[in-house]
């Protein structure tokens, strides 16, 4: 598959669960984020991570924690999650960071009850 | 750090007519400015982009014009047709080293037939 996947595409959660959000690009990009997206706040960066490290924390509750093992795959760990972190979570990548154009994913839908 | 301002938040047009998106950023080292176009339940796609060096860029129907003394981008197209209708986002690059985007929140523009 080419692009920017992501698994799964729907996930719902109870608050005391744990879950990872998994994305992988096929793309030989170095850069790779994670975004929020919810109709209060679209489009939120949480994460930005170049050659696997990361260069970005955007203030995220460490209710959420992001590994990236290498540079094609980036994975969302996340525990004791509230109501209002349901949402659309978006990774994209880019060929380097930020001045070039980021693709997306399709996203993971969550629910948190 | 980097805020973007995006006006309006809605925009509703007849089909044929010309739509503006206006965008204001504050960081003066910002050097990159993309525009992404997200239809209703699938991912942001970049439809064109700008970097400071550039006061205009054009592409078919769409054009963006940078202001870099006012700190202002604004994207137009023109000739609109009901394929158009989606959210518009407008980003820039947090800082000249640019390792992250921000975004603004977005602008829903309808196109009536």
């Known amino acids: 598959e080419t692009g920017v996947t992501q698994t799964p595409r729907h996930l719902v959660m109870g608050m005391t669960n744990k879950k990872s959000l998994k994305c992988e690009q096929h793309l030989g990009h170095n850069a790779m984020y994670w975004y929020k997206q919810s109709a209060k706040k679209p489009l939120e960066l949480m994460f930005v991570?170049?050659?696997?490290?990361?260069?970005e924390n955007n203030s995220v509750p460490s209710r959420f924690s992001p590994e990236c093992p290498n540079s094609s795959h980036l994975f969302l760990h996340l525990h004791t999650l509230q109501p209002e972190d349901s949402a659309l979570y978006l990774c994209?990548?880019?060929?380097?960071?930020?001045?070039?154009?980021?693709?997306f994913g399709p996203g993971t839908r969550l629910t948190v009850l | 750090g980097e805020n973007v301002e995006q006006h309006p938040s809605t925009l509703s047009v007849q089909e044929g007519d010309s739509a503006v998106i206006k965008c204001t950023y504050s960081?003066?080292?910002?050097?990159?400015f993309p525009w992404y176009k997200q239809e209703l339940g699938k991912r942001p796609q970049l439809i064109i982009d700008?970097?400071?060096?550039?006061g205009e860029k054009k592409d078919q129907r769409i054009a963006v014009t940078l202001n870099k003394t006012a700190k202002h981008f604004s994207l137009h197209i023109t000739e609109t047709q009901p394929e158009d209708s989606a959210v518009y986002f407008c980003?820039?690059?947090?800082?000249?080293?640019?390792?992250?985007?921000?975004f603004g929140k977005g602008t829903t523009l309808s196109v009536s037939s």
């Open positions: 960081d003066s080292a910002s050097n990159y």
């Open positions: 980003a820039a690059t947090q800082g000249g080293t640019g390792t992250a985007l921000i």
């Open positions: 994209a990548s880019s060929q380097d960071l930020a001045a070039h154009e980021q693709f």
């Open positions: 700008i970097r400071s060096n550039v």
């Open positions: 991570y170049s050659l696997e490290e990361r260069v």
